[in-house]
């Protein structure tokens, strides 16, 4: 059974610091892994797709990778800023099961 | 720009009773999947459909919850009886193909007192 970890699960840093956010799964039998952000009561906003034979995708500060022989997917924030603030999920395309596995998140804040 | 639509954005109902909740999604795209997520938590697969059919609802609590998507676009989740463990936020999301980048609708947050 496909199991989605991410670390930390709440992360405090002030504006303007890069930070790393970390996602592992234990099956590396994925179709593709993406990442998420969900504001508070909202729904989920896709931020980044990775296919499997796909090392990175980058879409303007956001950078994410994928190394599926590790189970491990990284997204990077360049130059934090306040509205960067929410719950960030990854989530990977299990093939097997035929769905998307979800992790339990990582609640960021940035502070001014 | 396309969006999954949802509706009601928030239920409060009293345990026993029916809810419903729709779907629109995107349009095109043929796989609908409804989650559950409960405070703290990511998703949970309820159920997903191409077009029309079931393709997978071994997590959907069958004795209650009940979902279709008759002619394949937009689709109704229903709960009989509520039941308090089941105050939770509900999300539909639409993609073009099973695998596919997956699109969220705003949800359902459903309180059952």
């Known amino acids: 059974k496909q199991e989605v970890t991410q670390i930390p699960a709440a992360l405090s840093v002030p504006e303007g610091e890069n930070l790393v956010l970390n996602c592992s799964f234990t099956?590396?039998?994925?179709?593709?892994l993406q990442w998420f952000r969900q504001d508070p009561g909202k729904g989920l906003t896709s931020l980044l797709l990775?296919?499997?034979?796909?090392r990175e995708q980058t879409s303007g500060r956001l950078n994410a990778s994928l190394d599926k022989s590790s189970g491990r997917s990284t997204l990077y924030i360049a130059a934090s800023q306040p509205g960067d603030s929410a719950t960030y999920l990854c989530?990977?395309?299990?093939?097997?099961?035929?769905?998307?596995?979800f992790g339990t998140g990582t609640r960021l804040l940035v502070s001014p | 720009e396309a969006e999954v639509a949802q509706s009601p954005r928030y239920k409060i109902t009293e345990k026993s009773q029916a809810v419903a909740f729709w779907c629109d999604p995107i349009?095109?795209?043929?796989?609908l999947y409804w989650y559950r997520q409960i405070l703290g938590q990511g998703p949970e697969l309820l159920v997903q459909?191409?077009?029309?059919?079931?393709?997978?609802d071994s997590q959907l609590p069958k004795d209650r919850f009940s979902a279709e998507r008759l002619k394949g676009v937009d689709s109704t989740l229903k709960i009989q009886p509520a039941e308090l463990g089941d105050s939770a936020m509900y999300l539909c999301?639409?993609?073009?193909?099973?695998?596919?980048?997956?699109?969220f609708g705003p949800g359902t947050r459903l309180t059952v007192l």
């Open positions: 459909f191409q077009d029309e059919s079931v393709v997978d």
């Open positions: 099956d590396s039998a994925i179709y593709n």
């Open positions: 349009s095109g795209h043929a796989t």
């Open positions: 999301a639409s993609s073009l193909y099973p695998g596919d980048e997956q699109f």
């Open positions: 990775i296919q499997s034979s796909q």
């Open positions: 989530a990977a395309w299990d093939t097997g099961f035929q769905k998307l596995v």
